[in-house]
């Protein structure tokens, strides 16, 4: 019997691509396992930036009801469970293992890609798990996506913008038309943007959606601290500042709350279930402060791999730290737009410290140092791992400084775990 590992392992050589965009292999293996969805309501969410977070308002507020909540998320930060939620917790191993055999002995000679297996544990954990809603996020655009199998009870588009262009399109245009094929006819369509991209609204109509916009059908407020909220049946005064920090997060919460508001005659959650869920939402990785002793700098944990997430990190440490110098320990993908990221963050950070990535889309620290020195003008250094520039950098700051941490999942899953190993070590005398 394999062991989850060996199981993740095969399943990474099983399909000659890493990513093979399409519905035809998924549908034909859950025939094959008889599969039938449950009746309870599926958010599906979308989006280039941001879908994890409203995600995480979801379930964190429905489970504050007393729902039983499944989840599914991607990629992981530090251990594959966290992709599948089963109501308050990670799935098991032993969950997953009898997932992924039920899994190989259906699919005979379909090959199947990583995420396809991913999603496909999720789909059967939760269909055995008797549970009140899924929140699915879509791993990839949308309407190749393997978690649009599913018939959604409420579609969000968070936000769109330019990333992962060579599966899903170059332009704005063609992004938004793949994150809309998420849309299903009667079905709410909850657009995260205030002003939406032309063509998920058009698209929307299309396929006769009933479009729900930020902005028009919903809106948000700030009032001092906290915020309030007014969609097309809920008027929600006094709302609690979200857990998650940062100025966006008010509108991924309001994003979360204008689709269970569409849900509210299935899942009705009282107005003390929706503080306690935004107060208690927790989701790493995104603007994720920490500090060990009185004497260390600030550490800030931020998945932010792409233009438009660098810009809101960047607005995010712009609002909250005023003295001090800005480290950063940079990981990012080979196929991402350098330029992009630096052009928001590089005036804000003192030094960098470039980190390797492994894998079949990372890079050595040093090519990264080459593609940002033609956009940023401070000291640039190379490190063989993300723990080896984390070491670096905490050696460098001071304790009025901050180290942000960004870049991808795999900067930011190595560094928590170098963090936390660190102060264990501190701890033994090392």
Wanted: net charge neutral.
């Amino acid at each position: 019997m394999r062991s989850l590992d060996e199981w993740l392992a095969y399943q990474a050589k099983l399909h000659p691509r890493s990513i093979d965009l399409g519905l035809e292999r998924l549908g034909e293996v859950l025939k094959r396992l008889k599969f039938k969805q449950s009746e309870a309501p599926v958010i599906t969410i979308a989006g280039t930036n941001g879908k994890g977070s409203v995600s995480a308002y979801c379930s964190s507020i429905l489970r504050a009801q007393g729902y039983r909540v499944g989840t599914f998320t991607s990629p992981h930060l530090r251990d594959y469970r966290e992709r599948i939620r089963v109501h308050d917790r990670d799935v098991t191993e032993a969950e997953l293992i009898q997932a992924f055999e039920r899994i190989e002995a259906a699919r005979g000679e379909v090959g199947l890609t990583y995420f396809e297996f991913n999603t496909l544990a999720a789909l059967l954990v939760f269909q055995s798990a008797s549970l009140d809603a899924w929140v699915m996020e879509i791993g990839m655009g949308g309407r190749l996506d393997a978690v649009n199998i599913l018939e959604p009870s409420v579609a969000v588009v968070v936000s769109i913008g330019l990333d992962h262009q060579e599966h899903l399109g170059h332009t704005l245009e063609a992004i938004a038309r793949e994150k809309a094929g998420i849309f299903r006819a009667k079905v709410p369509a909850v657009i995260g943007a205030r002003a939406p991209h032309a063509v998920l609204e058009s698209e929307a109509h299309a396929c006769g959606a009933r479009l729900k916009r930020l902005g028009i059908e919903y809106n948000y407020i700030r009032e001092g601290s906290g915020w309030r909220y007014r969609g097309l049946r809920w008027h929600l005064p006094l709302l609690p500042a979200p857990a998650l920090l940062g100025e966006t997060q008010f509108g991924n919460a309001a994003i979360a709350l204008a689709a269970l508001e569409e849900l509210d005659s299935r899942l009705p959650v009282s107005p003390d279930a929706l503080a306690t869920g935004l107060a208690t939402v927790s989701l790493g990785g995104r603007f994720q402060l920490a500090r060990q002793r009185a004497d260390d700098p600030t550490f800030i944990f931020d998945v932010a791999h792409n233009a438009d997430s660098a810009a809101v990190l960047a607005e995010n440490l712009k609002a909250t730290f005023e003295d001090g110098k800005t480290l950063a320990v940079c990981g990012i993908l080979g196929d991402k737009d350098v330029g992009a990221i630096a052009a928001s963050l590089g005036p804000l950070i003192a030094e960098w410290w470039c980190a390797s990535l492994e894998g079949p889309r990372g890079q050595p620290g040093a090519k990264l140092v080459e593609a940002l020195q033609a956009h940023v003008t401070t000291p640039l250094h190379a490190a063989d791992s993300v723990a080896a520039a984390c070491e670096a950098a905490a050696a460098r700051a001071t304790a009025k400084d901050r180290v942000v941490v960004f870049g991808s999942f795999h900067t930011v899953g190595p560094a928590l775990d170098w963090f936390e190993a660190r102060e264990r070590r501190r701890a033994q005398g090392f």
